[in-house]
């Protein structure tokens, strides 16, 4: 008598939301039941993958059932399925799982594509494979066309979103399914908007901050992740490089198998209400590239010394690098050109370190920090920022107006309509409410955003801010025990060049303008310039040839000394 052939079932769908609502597992599952009951197989085990897909082999019942066919005896005969497609949906793999089992005496067999074991049967089950597995693909082409225009038109695909947002439902619904989009989670984005602060201008107590100091700051004051974990480095990098907090949500970015990045033109858009300031955004990003090693050596972000990065010889262009003499008890600024190929490279200057950095610190809080000096290197920017303001503040007036104007447009013709003068049936009567409503609306939004955007370019410049600022940070650049601090000193000035009789100290008048805003408690850009860029910016002196462009004008300073060196 022939043993009982024994069955076990593999049903699958390829989305959760197939399994919560599709009756395509229980048509299955009946199907396979009602073929084994006509054959006098026995189904020993049922395994269901609910949203799954079948291009690789990612799937725990896959998984749980492979294993449990491939031990010696195996629990089951036979593997049933609906279709090839079921089990998988790459022909390389399905012929690869065929095979292993094959190889401990268990089938795979399709309910309604019954093959044999014929070499013309397993040629016909790879041409299907191979048809199935092209359809995958087409299918996965088209949703992602779909989903990429869904995106663009400002709906929200699914997954988890970003800290700082919720998913909500849109007023649009097409078909039967809701649209849904994202709205700003005020609980979280205080979250987004605390690392950004962190990252721009530190706790208070310190300068900027890095990643990793904000991921222990939050810990430390118990400020949790959306899931109430601890914060991590990877966490807070992300934060601080989405372009999602400034409105522009970044869709398809990556493969979701290999997790490669795919090419921008890929990439799509979708628009979302920003928690961060666009220009608050970019000087973060420039913060974070001044830390990066591949642009700027860890040595000079985190190194002890206060001019490393910086400090250039003049002759030459190259770093001025820190070198020792008699084990370490005397420092000294160096020409890495010298050091590296003698005086035949170049003749560059040798300076002890604690004199160069006294003579660079000393003169920016004695020279710079002075209110009748910032207003003589800023009276150009300043200038342009108030006429910016002053056109701002007219057009948001302008705005206010026409918003009013329409509104009592709108008070005239609702009047006409309560004392009969106008019939409230009238298409036009409609058709010109509508339209005034639509000014008005549409003012009052442009005048609150142009009020946004005055908000966040911080309060005017005044000859007392001048002042504080430049108590303020004559103080902040001091250190309890005398010294000075790397991060407020460079917010000041992002490069130092020695020559034979001076050293220059130049510097971003928009850099200092955006310190000087922070200091009057606005949001404010952060500072910082990409170094290992060589002769970046070499002999651009602002005091004689001033630039038109605000963000492109530079302070120069020479400072001169009796003995600027001591060469060894």
């Known amino acids: ?51 799954a897909s079948a291009t690789d082999d990612r799937r725990p019942e896959f998984q749980r059932m492979i294993d449990a066919a491939t031990v010696k005896p195996p629990a089951f005969d036979v593997i ?25 005496g268990v089938r795979l067999v399709s309910i309604t594509q019954e093959l044999g074991d014929d070499p013309m049967s397993n040629m016909i089950r790879q041409i299907m494979a191979l048809f199935d597995e092209y359809q995958s693909k087409e299918n996965a082409k088209h949703t992602l066309r779909a989903m ?108 979701w198998k290999t997790r490669e990045r795919k090419p921008d033109a890929e990439v799509v858009e979708m628009a979302v209400p920003p928690i961060i300031d666009a220009a608050e955004f970019e000087a973060v990003q420039m913060l974070l590239k001044t830390r990066c090693p591949a642009l700027t050596a860890p040595r000079v972000v985190s190194g002890p010394t206060l001019l490393t990065g910086i400090c250039f010889c003049a002759t030459c262009g190259g770093a001025m690098t820190l070198r020792t003499g008699k084990s370490g008890r005397y420092r000294y600024y160096t020409c890495s050109t010298k ?25 920016i809080e004695h020279r710079l920090l002075q209110p009748k000096r910032l207003e003589e290197v800023l009276s150009a920017v300043l200038h342009r920022r108030k006429e910016r303001a002053e056109r701002r503040t007219t057009h948001i007036a302008e705005l206010r107006k026409r918003a009013a104007e329409a509104e009592a447009k709108l008070k005239r013709l609702y009047d006409a309509i309560e004392n009969g003068i106008a019939d409230v049936s009238d298409p036009m009567l409609k058709e010109r409410v509508t339209e005034l409503k639509s000014i008005r609306d549409q003012a009052r939004a442009d005048a609150e955003r142009g009020e946004g955007a005055l908000d966040r370019a911080g309060p005017s410049i005044t000859p007392q801010a001048l002042k ?86 530079w302070r120069k300073a020479a400072v001169r000394t009796r003995q600027p060196s001591c060469d060894r």
């Open 468 to 553: 504080t600022f430049a108590s303020q940070a004559r103080r902040r650049m001091r250190t309890e025990q005398g010294g000075y601090r790397r991060d407020h000193l460079r917010a000041l000035a992002q490069r130092i060049e020695v020559d034979a009789k001076e050293v220059r100290i130049m510097g971003s008048k928009s850099v200092l303008l955006r310190t000087l805003v922070a200091a009057s408690g606005a949001k404010s850009a952060g500072f910082g310039v990409p170094s290992f860029v060589p002769k970046w910016r070499t002999r651009h002196d602002s005091n004689v040839w001033p630039s038109p462009s605000e963000g492109s004008s």
């Open 1 to 51: 008598m022939a043993a009982t052939v024994r069955a076990a079932l593999y049903l699958r769908v390829s989305t959760g939301r197939q399994a919560d609502s599709d009756l395509s597992i229980p048509d299955q599952r009946r199907q396979a039941k009602a073929h084994c009951a006509s054959r006098g197989w026995e189904i020993v085990a049922d395994y269901v993958e609910p949203g």
């Open 148 to 255: 990429k225009e869904n995106a663009r038109q400002g709906f929200w695909n699914g997954a988890l979103p970003p800290i700082g947002y919720r998913i909500v439902e849109a007023s649009e619904q097409r078909g039967h399914r809701t649209k849904k989009t994202l709205e700003i989670d005020p609980i979280q984005a205080k979250t987004v908007r605390l690392i950004y602060r962190l990252a721009r201008e530190g706790s208070g107590s310190s300068g900027s901050m890095g990643v990793k100091s904000i991921a222990k700051h939050l810990n430390e004051a118990g400020i949790r992740t959306r899931d109430g974990g601890r914060w991590g480095v990877d966490a807070v990098h992300k934060v601080l490089t989405r372009t999602t907090y400034i409105g522009r949500h970044r869709f398809n970015t990556k493969f």
């Open 339 to 363: 050091a590296r190929q003698g005086e035949t490279g170049c003749k560059g200057r040798t300076v002890p370190m604690e004199k160069l950095d006294s003579v660079v610190a000393e003169h």
């Open 80 to 104: 049933l399925v609906h279709s090839f497609s079921r089990f998988f949906r790459d022909q390389f793999q399905l012929e690869f799982y065929v095979r292993r089992l094959a190889k401990n």
